[in-house]
């Protein structure tokens, strides 16, 4: 091993809470409860498999789909600002993925004279270790110590913190939580901030309906085919006969409660044996599956939001061009 892996070695920890089937531990129960009941459901979490990820990387490239972009963009237009006024010397990003966003951050041109250590919080091990990897070479400076955990479960594993932190929670994933939920999770984050610790969230914001329901129907079908994958996941972790094929993507967006749905609806009766759960379930024509919620917010439900959460709204950052298509929140606790 040469000294320059060592000391990429030296400067990378990994703390591993899944075991390797990782999020199928939990596949079992929320299936036998989302399918049973009256509205049937499945969890997004279900949606990252290997096939899911990369089909979900090509739909933040696809012209429909803008909120990858805006956010990138926005996070672009406030990297030196926000770093130079928070001068976080800890990083923690929930839901990490690649990374790549974070980079904006990085970047800044304050970051190397104080940032000292990025802790990216994912499900999947082998994101975080080839991120990490590039990262390390990217930027000299940079310790990562990765955790490899569910934000349901696992919060409490994230490393105490070695100076001012700032906690990321990007991408817009917040949307896919209920309200009770988003509640929940916020109220969970805010026990790992400190007064001095500041929480920056992603979110896509209310506009015109017809820009938002095209995000999520695509020409090209790529959303279509994440969303159908999804019962690829569930035929493998648990031994079931989804046929894919015989479920229609549908995708829009519900005005009353500010969300797209999206849901899998059968061309004809579908009858389906999930082996590992003992389960057999019939889905009727018309009846669907609903597989995912992205609500989208004004700053109004955001405050709301937030001090139900017991945090506090400091900035309010959004797109204006070619409108306020999404926001990036800077929390505080109270």
Known sequence: ????????????????????????????????????????RLSPKYFYDAVGSDLFEQITDLPEYYPTRSERDLLLDIAAELMAEIRPSDIVELGSGSSAKTRALFDAPSTASHLNRYVPFDISESAVRATANDLLVEYPFLNVHGVIGDFEHHLNKIPAPNGRRLILFLGGTIGNL???????????????????????IGLDLVKDIKTIESAYNDAAGITAAFNRNMLKVINKGLVADFQPEAFQHRAFFNEEE????????????????????????????????WTESSYKFTQEAVEEMLTSAGLGLEHFYANEQPDRRFGLILARPL
Do not use: C, W, Y
């Not at 060592?6 to 591993?16: E, G, K, Y």
């Not at 999020?23 to 929320?30: F, G, P, Q, Y």
């Not at 749905?261 to 009727?284: K, N, R, Y």
């Open 258 to 289: 500010s969300r797209i749905e999206m849901h899998l609806v059968p061309d004809g009766l579908q009858q389906i044996s999930i082996a590992e759960i003992g389960m057999t379930l019939t889905v009727q024509p018309g009846e669907t599956i």
């Open 178 to 200: 209920d309200r009770d939920q988003r509640i929940t999770f916020l109220s969970n984050v805010r026990t790992l901030l400190r007064p001095e610790d500041r929480l920056l």
């Open 1 to 40: 091993m040469s000294m320059f892996e060592t000391d990429l070695s030296n400067r990378l920890a990994i703390d591993v809470h899944l075991n390797s089937s990782g999020v199928l531990d939990t596949m079992a129960e929320d299936v036998r409860q989302g399918l049973s009941e009256d509205q049937k």
